[in-house]
């Protein structure tokens, strides 16, 4: 008996001393070349990747180490948990050195959607009002500049205002350039007024109260975004890249700028507010846990446990809705964690977490 390719056993039905029927499947064989790589992608760059896209794929323990691929599928997939789609990418494997389950490091040599500077991500210096990058003038002088950073491509940020081409820029022991030339009194070169009232003009702001911070993942309980026609609530934004946050802390009030793009509302700007006392303790939220018993004309009808912050017992009671789009995924018989406002016409909700029931 011969199979008809090489490869690698996956399962072996056949057995000494066994009689199989004609047509019965004696064993599946995998095939081991080409392989498949598969990736996952951020879904706010999939406007950059294609089927037949060049792959350089880096596979360590293996020589050569450095192989190349090509893009042969993008899976109409959407991982819920990390916002990423499944790429496949084929490799050949000629050698047979390539193994299922070994990992690997990849870069797609996709297609920019924009033209734009980028520098290296550690010549950034960011100090809560701004981002900074360290000239260099020649000559031994130095100057800080102010930048607009965008989204970052590997190891590189985007530079979407400040800088020029052919500008050189530091890339090591900038903090010690900083500090000297806060010593000597160098004022920072701000942004021209054009590129910073060009790059405002094109996010819509609002304010609001950092309630979770994870990674390249924020969630606001936020003001209305006039100029998007947004009303107020609670909800999960993507950061434009890790720096967004940086420097910001869960409860933090702050003043966001975000960008209407092609994937979504995405975080560009977070500008820490100092507020008073007072302020914080009439916006903040009062949390419960309850359960769903009716929604209709911009209400709520809850069964809640206490809102402890409040002196409130449990009890059940109709709320005003802060907008339509609160309950939006929440259906009557659900299970959720209530945030309420108690605002001068009243205890409104903000947001409705659904919470999941063990089994």
């Known amino acids: 008996m011969t199979a008809p390719h090489d490869g690698v056993i996956r399962s072996l039905n056949a057995r000494a001393g066994m009689t199989l029927s004609a047509g019965a499947p004696v064993a599946e064989i995998q095939s081991l070349n080409p392989v498949w790589v598969e990736i996952a992608v951020p879904e706010r760059q999939l406007g950059q990747v294609s089927s037949g896209n060049a792959v350089d794929v880096t596979v360590q323990g293996v020589k050569p180490a450095l192989r190349e691929g090509q893009v042969a599928d993008i899976l109409p997939l959407v991982d819920q948990s ?26 797609i040599h996709g297609e920019a959607t924009q033209k734009a500077l980028a520098v290296p991500t550690a010549a950034l210096l960011h100090t809560g009002k701004r981002s900074l990058v360290m000239l260099d003038e020649g000559e031994g002088r130095y100057r800080p500049q102010a930048v607009l950073p965008g989204g970052e491509l590997g190891d590189q940020t985007l530079i979407l205002a400040g800088l020029k081409e052919d500008q050189k820029v530091v890339v090591s022991g900038q903090f010690l350039l900083d500090s000297e030339a806060s010593l000597q009194g160098i004022a920072v070169q701000e942004l021209a007024m054009s590129d910073e009232t060009e790059m405002m003009n094109a996010l819509h702001y609002a304010e609001g109260v950092v309630e979770q911070l994870n990674g390249s993942k924020i969630m606001l309980d936020h003001g209305p975004f006039k100029s998007l026609s947004m009303p107020a609530m609670t909800m999960r934004f993507n950061l434009a890249n890790e720096q967004v946050g940086k420097g ?108 999941e029931v063990a089994p």
Do not use: C, W
């Not at 990418?89 to 389950?101: A, C, I, K, M, W």
């Not at 916006?283 to 009808?301: F, M, P, Q, R, W």
């Open 248 to 355: 910001i802390s869960v409860g933090d009030r702050v003043r966001i700028g975000i960008r209407d793009t092609d994937k979504g509302l995405i975080v560009e700007r977070l500008e820490k507010q100092v507020a008073e006392q007072k302020d914080t303790q009439v916006n903040s939220l009062h949390y419960a846990e309850g359960v769903i018993e009716g929604l209709s004309d911009g209400k709520v009808k809850l069964k809640h446990g206490p809102f402890k912050t409040l002196g409130m017992p449990g009890m059940t009671m109709r709320f005003r809705l802060a907008s339509e789009q609160v309950a939006s995924d929440i259906a009557v018989g659900d299970r959720v964690r209530v945030g309420v406002k108690d605002t001068d016409n009243g205890l409104t909700v903000v947001s409705l977490d659904k919470q």
């Open 82 to 107: 990390s916002r990423t789609v499944p790429v496949r990418v084929t490799l050949s494997n000629d050698e047979g050195d390539l193994r299922p389950g070994m990992s690997a490091q990849v870069r």
